[in-house]
């Protein structure tokens, strides 16, 4: 079925009689029209015909294959059904730009049908179908000289029109001896195209699919390995409560937390860091930091002294952007003194028994920030009923439906509700607090909470 008139994009004139450019999704449009209004045997003969061909060619391309495949089977039914000398199949990259995807000659012919500038500016871009019985005498393609010199004369083109606009083109081409195209033969290739287009839609969606799946199989099996990265019990600390987790926005976190006993028990090394990014590149970074410091706590070194060990090796394995904020600290169990360094962390809490709130704001800059950081050592003591609040900022920086932030303050409040009640009581506590303050918007970052109470006197 063809429109009412052919379409010309460049003049209001009608059209010469070497070429005929019609709107393609005009064309599939009068070909849906009712049977029922044709007119004659004849043209309900060939609606007929038209409905089997197609038919054929769906269920011919309507199996699984693979994308080459389905290029060449889309091939063989156009050189059935049209018989051209040539014929080429065009796509378009992710980036925009056309490739030959598939191509095929017959009577012997070796060359590759060329991809004309002029052929891809009125087919793909303006979604056209072309109709060329003369390349030489059109004026559109008057300056194809690749098209001339390969010795096209007649020409077929159809865009592969997906939901989003072209795929790409078909083009088929012939010399005026052996097979002059007509326009019945572009109204049935415009009609092949979008059955291609649709199975071409069709796989891509299928490959994407299945790129999911594959994906999301790394997703799990990485987010198993940050899991055994990750304290799978907190130790027993005589006089102390100590309770964490991490939550990731992404199925795999760039935060990271640890908790190791040492010195036969007299020191526990408290860590809490937070890579700079999220999912799986934060991850790997995360994964670097841990091995990195693993070393240095086991030997017993100082807060600041792992962290400069680790600022320099991050720096140097790292790009630029990225860094990590982190807090270290060494418990001393008898005592309660708590010797820190914070890497350009969130400040943590120190909930004093009495009601008091201090915070522990920085003493150097996020680790490979910049080379050759140094960094300060801190100390506070954690008295009886003393809770220690360390977390990352997914808390703290998690927004409602209206845009607006946690804010530490509120997570203050909290913890100060809170915290005399013991550290899964506040865990849970600060967790319902944070869902009710979201109200069921993704949280976007990874979230980190490590709690240590000293136990009051009496308990």
Known sequence: MQPETPVDLQHDNPLDETAVLWRASDVLRASGRDPARLEGEESLRRYAARLRMLN????????????????????????????????????????????????????????????????????????????????????????????????????????????????????????LQIRQFTEEDLDLLISLASVAALHLRNAALALEAAERRRLEAEVTLARRIQLALLPAHLPAIAGYELQGGTIPSRGVSGDYFQVVERKDGKECFLLVADVSGKGMAASLLTASLEALAAGPIEDGLR????????????????????????????????????????????????????????????????????????????????????????????????????????????????????????????????????????????????????LVRRAPLGE
Do not use: W
């Open 56 to 175: 054929e060619v769906h269920q011919a391309l309507g199996r699984s294959i693979g994308l080459d495949e389905l290029l060449g089977l889309i091939l063989d039914r156009v050189f059935d059904h049209l018989k051209p000398e040539r014929g080429a199949i065009f796509l378009k990259t992710p980036g925009g730009e056309l490739r030959r995807a598939a191509n095929r000659s017959g009577r012997g012919l070796g060359e590759e049908l060329p991809c004309s500038r002029s052929l891809v500016r009125e087919v793909v871009e303006k979604e056209m179908a072309a109709l060329v019985l003369d390349v030489e005498s059109d004026q559109r393609f008057s300056g194809a000289m690749s098209l001339k010199i390969s010795g096209v004369r007649s020409l077929l083109a159809a865009p592969l029109l997906g939901p989003d606009g072209s795929l790409g083109m078909i083009v088929l081409d012939s010399r």
């Open 303 to 450: 807060a600041d002294e792992i962290c400069d060990r680790l600022s320099r090796q991050l720096f140097r394995r790292t790009p630029p952007e990225k860094y990590a904020t982190a807090f270290l600290a060494v418990l001393d169990v008898e005592t309660g003194v708590l010797r820190y360094t914070n890497a350009g962390h969130n400040p943590p809490l120190v909930v004093r028994a009495t009601g008091e709130v201090e915070r522990l704001g920085p003493t150097g800059v996020p680790l490979a920030l910049i080379a050759n950081a140094t960094y300060q050592l801190g100390e506070i003591a954690l008295a009886p009923g003393d809770t220690l609040v360390m977390y990352t900022d997914g808390i703290v920086e998690a927004c409602d439906p209206d845009d607006q932030e946690y804010e530490l303050e509120r997570f203050e409040s909290i913890c100060l509700r809170h915290h005399a009640d013991g550290c899964d009581a506040l865990q849970k506590a600060a967790a319902v607090d944070l869902d009710s303050f979201a109200r069921g918007i993704p949280f976007a970052d990874d979230r980190t909470l490590l």
